[in-house]
């Protein structure tokens, strides 16, 4: 706290200088301004990193259910789960053959065939019920378990079959041919720990152990508001001016594809009043709030005052980054609120950064970050970045080297780059130009 | 054909020579007596690429449904869909600022002030009623039309406001701070392909362009039935011998993944008129039938005298790898059978490999093969491969290079090595111990 204090006071003693001497020169002059109209301080400008901290450290705990086991595809298990018993529970045959004393075989050989006597016949499902000795010898098939006394099979195939003999042609080793107890998942074994996600082998391995039912985590609910005089619902007839609402639409799928339960809760306009029923509608339903629009320079006052309305407070606003800088963050009793752009990709792509994460920690899974790795760019990047920048890309593979190509334009309102996505490269705050084959960090949003 | 024929031809006649003269050295010799006990010939231990083509060759095409948008995630597009205008529709300000000819700004700077009237404020979601010529301005919020006569967007944190006028400090160019109309998506521009999964950025796209409806394939409907005397189902006291029913459940994880619909038929014993009922009412009821077990040497009869009770083609049996290698392909009025091993993680191999292109496919989906990568083997593997066999592992990345770790044991039956399995491994037939760093061909499995 005294750090996140002291960062204030500094942030604040720039932002009076710049206020004084700086106007002209492209530098925003409302966080003192803002400091002063809510009575207190906020930090501005955060890193990604700061904000993502923000994001993470307010997740509230997710609450639980049970679920039928072929309905846990994608949930997140909120417990460990032990094995009851082994898989598989016997020794078994994975073949179809014969079961016998591998020490019978010592001699065996092409020109020296093991004649051994079968004395039973035991089909996969069932037991054997008698034990093999020496010159005996069970015929069993896949899945079948080995009788007691046998510690080797033989391949049908491998075999020659007359009356009620076998003949061998060669020598097995004890342990030959034959699955152990265990071998797959040993009884107290934990098979899938807390926080990881359920699926399809996870599913057969739970069926195998006889677990019909699970408790999973509950599926976060996100509410999205969107705000805008400008915005149209589907359907109608586009007025001159507006744009279409798309931005509800993507979030709505992004919460579902993160196993999140989006609440559409509607667009409001320009007034913070109208923003503030709507998040407050939001934060009474749902875990999370998000709202698009409202959130840049002169937008500021619609969702920073709808959030003072609704009585939250404001845990910082705008984010060194491009795209996305306009982003804000508010706390209402434990509840987080996250105000996007307005501007589609810049909206999606600071969802991918902070939200996607905050959703998939709050829907209890252990792994909730972006994996980063290192990629070499395929094309130039002929801008400057006096930013940290986020570029938009796809993962290409050129022999076990990881390129990135762009995906489109990387306007802050340019979404059909964002289709082909699944790459968000990072260029350091300061970078000039980059050529093809520089090599950056990226995140792989898959 | 003729390349069929001859390849079955060679085929039986190996077969024919090996049961002559190889008995007793592990070579299947139920080649010839298959094709002599169906009256034809079949392919027998084809390649897993031949295995993927009969399958490929043979997908029946999809139906088509009407979706609405928010219902759409992770469809599949049946058609084309090109923008009908331009993403944003009309020049727009990217920021709240004040628009003007750049013309005027020529000799404005820091010490020479442009001083502009302000004669209109146009937020987002109006139009400007009047236009701009020289010395005059109109203010513009983010998203707001750019009014008629201005070519350039000064930021409202970089000038001076006073009464009614306000001050300049720079020059700019035309065009500066101007989304222009067209800079997502042009009219005519085709944003998404036929056989493209729909995702949220599409899904906002598409919003944007007025769109609340699409076509997409109708999703496929996939049936699964079990076969083996040893299988019990989750909720039954296991009896001694018998194994729980676990692959019916990992299959219809893994179809409904993919974005089919399983119909989990029910588990048969090991009596082919039993299977065949069951394969019967899958063929009526969905696009493609899957069976487990059943497919082995000794089992042979089961799945495939089922297939012929049922009057379905066998295609192959057998495939020239490891696991899996026991498989059973058919084909029943342009409906496909694919039997799998009934060994959980043969089973679920095979899947990967076959069943899923096939459903992907089937699905309407254009890429449906698993991308191929490069991978660095992250530690030994000791056994030699007499035949091609896929190594289940997991990619994990050291700087750009993507290595491969293992999951687990890969044996048939482990299951457990196949939760956080996201790579196949190819190793070439006839390969000896592998040791790390070696260089491998792998599947993708996201």
Redesign the interface.
């Known amino acids: 706290m005294a750090y996140k204090v002291r960062v204030n006071l500094i942030g604040a003693y720039f932002g009076m200088f710049l206020s004084l001497s700086c ?7 409302l966080t003192v301004e803002s400091a002063r109209k809510y009575g207190g301080f906020m930090e501005t400008n955060v890193s990604a990193e700061k904000a993502l901290q923000f994001l993470l450290g307010n997740c509230p705990a997710g609450g639980q259910e049970r679920v039928a ?2 309905d846990s ?1 994608g949930r997140v298990l909120d417990e460990d789960i032990r094995a009851g018993e082994d ?4 020794d078994r045959s ?3 053959g014969y079961a016998f004393r591998a020490a019978d075989t010592l001699r065996a050989g ?1 020109d020296n065939p093991l004649i051994l006597e079968v004395i039973e016949e035991v ?5 054997p019920s008698k034990a093999v000795s020496a010159g005996k010898t069970i015929k069993v ?5 080995i009788p007691e006394g046998a510690d080797a099979v033989v ?6 079959e007359k009356g009620n003999t076998v003949s061998l ?2 020598a097995f080793r004890s342990g030959q041919n034959i ?1 152990r107890a265990g ?3 040993m009884k107290g074994q934990i ?2 720990r807390k926080g990881s996600v359920v ?14 039912e699970i408790s999973v985590f509950r599926r976060p609910r996100v509410a999205v508001v969107s705000t ?4 149209q619902d ?2 109608e007839e ?1 007025e ?15 919460i ?2 993160l196993g999140g339960e989006p609440l559409v809760i509607g667009t409001a306009g ?1 007034k913070a009043e109208e923003v503030a029923v709507l998040m407050k509608r939001g934060l009474a339903e749902a875990d999370v709030v998000m709202t698009t629009g409202g959130v ?4 500021y006052d619609v969702v920073q005052d709808a959030v003072r309305l609704a009585g939250a407070e404001v845990l910082f606003w705008r984010i060194d980054m491009k795209p996305g800088s306009p982003t804000l963050a508010a706390l209402k009793d434990g509840k987080l609120i996250l105000g996007l752009s ?4 810049a909206g ?1 792509v600071v969802f991918q950064l902070l939200a996607s994460p905050l959703i998939k920690k709050l829907a209890g899974r252990a792994e909730y970050l972006w ?1 980063r ?4 760019l395929k094309e130039d990047f002929r801008k400057n970045s006096p930013r940290r920048r986020y570029l938009r890309g796809r993962l290409v ?1 050129e ?4 390129l990135m190509e762009f995906t489109g ?1 990387q ?6 780059s ?2 082909e ?1 699944d790459l968000l490269a990072e260029i350091p705050a300061g970078s000039g130009p980059l050529k093809a084959g520089e ?1 950056l960090e990226a995140l792989l949003l ?1």
């Open positions: 106007k002209g020169r492209g530098f925003s002059v086991l072929p595809l898989i598989p529970q016997f994975p073949l179809d092409e089909p996969a499902g069932y037991t098939m896949t899945g079948a378990p391949k049908y195939e491998e075999t020659l042609f060669q699955v071998e797959d998942v098979v899938a699926n399809p082998p996870l599913i057969g391995l739970l069926a195998a152990l006889g677990i019909s805008g005089e400008e915005l589907l359907g586009l001159k001016g507006k744009i279409r609402n798309s931005n509800s639409y993507s979030l709505a799928a992004y579902s594809e320009d840049s320079v002169g937008d307005g501007n589609p990709a999606m994996q790795i290192e990629v070499l593979w022999k076990g080297t990881a334009g306007g802050n309102d340019v979404l059909s964002l289709i996505c090599k898959k």
